[in-house]
């Protein structure tokens, strides 16, 4: 999504309730300090909670605690209560000197057909102080999981690494390895945070399509993959985490056979 400041209440509430209708597992009682929906409503504390948000990706690219600190500190002053980041940032291999001169925050290292995880200064601790210091601030966080595009090793990089022989973007929803790779990054940061009142939801990934860097192949969208994947991997959240809500980070790309009539510019579309 590419807001940069946006009512959530409006903008994803269908995609975030996606967590409670599609995930297999029962939600049940949340947490204290977890956000959850009623009906068309989000929840906190058995309250209803009504919040502006902003579309702050860079947030855990930031190299200091301090520019941390005061961006949450910014932002709860300016009544922002949900931040939109990302949970992701992948290099090649070839990339990593770079990375280690420059002190850019990376998580993921790809050189052959499974990623290495970076858990240290530069990689998951940064992580770490921005979920700890927007539990502080209290400002919630969405977290996606990977990208579309490109821009910071997005799902192509799964293709070209796993499948090389593959031409097509959307090999990522339905090759195996690819998904077993992606899910376990997953695990791996779901893990990770889901006991922290600090996550607002978790984000499949951000403004999934069936082409991106690479072309779209002849089953995409004919085969409903986006739908078929969406489904399978909030199912697979849903059992590592039954408490935080699950968002696709999608675009509305459901190719549904009947598609719900709505007004625009006085015409019924």
């Not at 949450?72 to 990375?99: C, Q, S, Y």
Request: proline share 5%.
């Amino acid at each position: 999504m590419r807001l940069s400041l946006f009512s959530l209440g409006a903008a994803l509430l269908p995609s975030l309730a996606l967590g409670a209708e599609w995930g297999s597992g029962d939600r049940g009682k949340v947490p204290p300090g977890f956000l959850t929906t009623k009906g068309t409503n989000f929840r906190l504390d058995n309250k209803n909670f009504a919040f502006v948000g902003s579309n702050s990706y860079w947030l855990p690219l930031l190299t200091t605690k301090a520019d941390v600190d005061l961006t949450l500190k910014d932002a709860r002053k300016a009544g922002i209560k949900v931040m939109r980041t990302w949970g992701f940032n992948a290099i090649n291999a070839t990339e990593l000197p770079t990375a280690l001169a420059t002190d850019l925050t990376y998580y993921q290292v790809w050189n052959g057909t499974k990623f290495n995880m970076n858990y240290g200064k530069q990689g998951l601790e940064r992580m770490d102080y921005v979920v700890k210091a927007a539990e502080k601030a209290g400002v919630k966080l969405i977290l996606a999981f990977t990208n579309n595009w490109g821009g910071y090793g997005g799902m192509d990089l799964y293709v070209q690494w796993i499948r090389p022989d593959s031409r097509y973007h959307d090999a990522f929803y339905t090759d195996p390895a690819i998904i077993a790779e992606y899910q376990r990054y997953v695990k791996i940061i779901v893990n990770r945070y889901k006991d922290s009142p600090a996550i607002a939801a978790w984000e499949l990934m951000n403004e999934a399509r069936c082409l991106g860097d690479l072309p779209a192949g002849p089953n995409c969208p004919g085969k409903r993959l986006l739908t078929k994947w969406y489904r399978q991997q909030s199912d697979y959240i849903r059992k590592l985490d039954p408490y935080h809500l699950i968002t696709t980070g999608g675009e509305g790309h459901f190719f549904w056979d009947n598609p719900p009539k709505f007004w625009s510019n006085g015409e019924l579309v």
